[in-house]
T-cell receptor, first 116, second 115 residues
């Protein structure tokens, strides 16, 4: 079974530009979450999508947005990039039934964004 | 807001030694999760704990869900070089609802194993 696939793995942008990151979840997984990982702040929740709907959103500015497609693939977009947006962006998927088994996330390898 | 405090931040141990790390919070968690992240990769779930007092093993790893629901412990026995990595505790944010995957993560414990 293929794992969570994220593209691109590495990218470099300049301040003010925008970026789109892509995530393909494990086949059959309907929930996709995005996390930002930085040395200073650690892993921080961005948002979660389930059946094309944003189910939860973290405490990030509106420059960070995402969406999910009918095949469960997800994209996140960051507009007007700032230096502080440099981070590893991790996508995670899970088979969500809305039951009690929370948190069993399967992460991709991440997209490392550098903003110059 | 909810925070998870992990300790120690880093540790250097000799191969073969046992390792102990913990995670505490001022808030109650109903689920505790332990992940490991290798360099250049995403975190991998090691152990999930769903009940206060629960003790669960996965090979050489053992984790416990504290009875106060505010802490958890992870032990690694007889460490080997491939145990090197960063270990994170995590739990669902209270109020995020059943089936939610909005996790709060600790800052991690970086483990180095000296052969």
């Amino acid at each position: 079974k293929a794992g969570v696939t994220q593209t691109p793995r590495y990218l470099i942008k300049t301040r003010g530009q925008q970026v789109t990151l892509s995530c393909s979840p494990i086949s059959g997984h309907r929930s996709v979450s995005w996390y930002q990982q930085t040395p200073g702040q650690g892993l921080q929740f961005l948002f979660e999508y389930f059946s094309e709907t944003q189910r939860n959103k973290g405490n990030f500015p509106g420059r960070f947005s995402g969406r999910q497609f009918s095949n469960s693939r997800s994209e996140m977009n960051v507009s007007t990039l700032e230096l502080g947006d440099s981070a590893l962006y991790l996508c995670a998927s899970s088979w969500s039934q809305g039951g009690n088994l929370t948190g069993e996330l399967f992460f991709g390898e991440g997209s490392r964004l550098t903003v110059l | 807001g909810q925070q998870l405090n992990q300790s120690p931040q880093s540790m250097f141990i000799q191969e073969g030694e046992d390792v102990s790390m913990n995670c505490t919070s001022s808030s109650i968690f109903n689920t505790w999760l332990w992940y490991k992240q290798d360099p250049g990769e995403g975190p991998v779930l090691l152990i999930a704990l769903y009940k206060a007092g629960e003790l669960t093993s996965n090979g050489r790893l053992t984790a416990q869900f504290g009875i106060t629901r505010k802490d958890s412990f992870l032990n690694i026995s007889a460490s080997i070089p491939s145990d090197v990595g960063i270990y994170f505790c995590a739990g669902p944010r209270v109020g995020s609802g059943a089936g939610s995957y909005q996790l709060t993560f600790g800052k991690g414990t970086k483990l180095s194993v000296i052969p």
